[in-house]
């Protein structure tokens, strides 16, 4: 093989190891959504309020479900490298892709219809640390929309 088809190669396979597999315990279980992992890399309305790391409140939404969702949805379509895998009345999971080294995050939200409340779960697949992307992303989907 010629040197250059050689890194090709190599940075093809890095690229595709990047993304992950597919977490199979995502959605909505008993009202909430799946804990943070102990890592950095997460942030969840659903963990516990001491928990810094990983905890965000949740957003009240006043406008009727289906309108509430659809403006969720638009602001989520808004964001680059989104890929909208499942939608489902008051739940949308989403895989977020980082531009250039392709790694992969899973991003749900849920509509929490008794207590008027949209709840978010944002984690990376791999490694430990995302820099603040996951906090960074639900700040910027959250901040300003009006439910």
């Known amino acids: 093989m010629k040197p250059n088809t050689i890194a090709l190669t190599s940075l093809f ?9 597919r977490p199979s315990n995502l959605g909505i279980k008993d ?10 890399n997460c942030i969840s309305s659903f963990s516990e309020t001491n928990d ?14 289906p309108e509430a969702f659809a403006i969720l949805k638009k602001r989520i379509t808004e964001q680059d490298r989104t890929n909208i895998l ?13 531009l250039i080294m392709r790694y992969v995050d899973d991003v749900e939200f849920y509509f929490d219809e008794k207590n008027k409340l949209l709840h ?28």
């Open 13 to 21: 396979v890095l690229l595709i190891s990047c993304t992950g597999s």
């Open 31 to 40: 009202g909430k959504l799946t804990a943070c992992p102990s890592t950095p």
């Open 120 to 147: 978010f779960r944002s984690a990376s697949r791999l490694g430990k640390s995302d820099l603040g992307v996951n906090r960074k992303r639900i700040e910027k989907i959250l901040t300003g929309l009006e439910l």
């Open 86 to 98: 499942k939608e489902d009345g008051n739940y949308i999971y989403v895989e977020f892709t980082t």
């Open 52 to 65: 810094a790391e990983h905890f965000r409140s949740p957003i009240t939404y006043k406008k009727a479900l």
